[in-house]
């Protein structure tokens, strides 16, 4: 019976741990071609891309496993509405 107490939690919790694994994945690989392909960016891109990895880093010390989802699906949709699709 304790499983069933807890299993929410825990369903929670993991969810919770893939999200912040997945983010720091997009983190690592966004920084990574920043640094080996800087001439693809225009100008301002780099600081709006940076504002978006602070912000998705902050989403990840949240202990809600939808907060980084949820920022993924916002910038999702901001950049895909911006005039430079980043």
Known sequence: MDALDHGEDDLKARRLAENRVEAMRIVTATRKAMTQDPELLEAGDHARIDAAIDA??????ADDPGASTTWSSSSTSRAKTSPHGA
């Open 56 to 61: 998705l880093e902050q989403a990840t010390r």
